[in-house]
């Protein structure tokens, strides 16, 4: 095994509370990310403490077996609006997304997840 171990964190936001938070993702295969942690972020901190560097991971991402979900409200799902955010979701279809307002109609699993600043 030659595998290059690289983590990162990406933030996300509650759909619910409509708070920001972290999940720490880690490689487990070239186009592979496995979601290990999440964890509270108070709003506005996340454009500062180099949690949400520009960088887009690509690859498939799974669920790892401790991922413990939306801190805030412990969904496990996750998906990605068109503004690029990442946001918890409940299992509805529809979701609007908390943080452009967007309705987004859920399809499939999430494939692709940019890792966004807030600048
Ligand atoms: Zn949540
Ligand atoms: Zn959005």
């Given amino acids: 095994m030659t595998t290059t171990v690289e983590a990162a964190v990406l933030t996300a936001t509650c759909s619910r509370t409509h708070r920001p938070f972290g999940i720490r993702v880690q490689r487990t295969a070239p186009r592979e990310w496995s979601m290990t942690w999440s964890f509270r972020i108070e709003p506005g901190v996340a454009g500062r403490e180099g949690y949400a560097d520009a960088q887009?991971?690509?690859?498939?991402?799974?669920?790892?077996s401790d991922y413990p979900g939306c801190p805030h409200c412990q969904t496990r799902s996750l998906y990605q609006c068109s503004c690029k955010r990442l946001a918890c979701h409940d299992g509805e279809v529809s979701q609007t997304c908390p943080v452009c307002g967007t309705q987004v109609q859920l399809e499939g699993t999430v494939e692709t997840i940019s890792a966004l600043s807030d600048h």
């Fill in 56 to 64: 887009t991971l690509s690859g498939r991402f799974v669920w790892g």
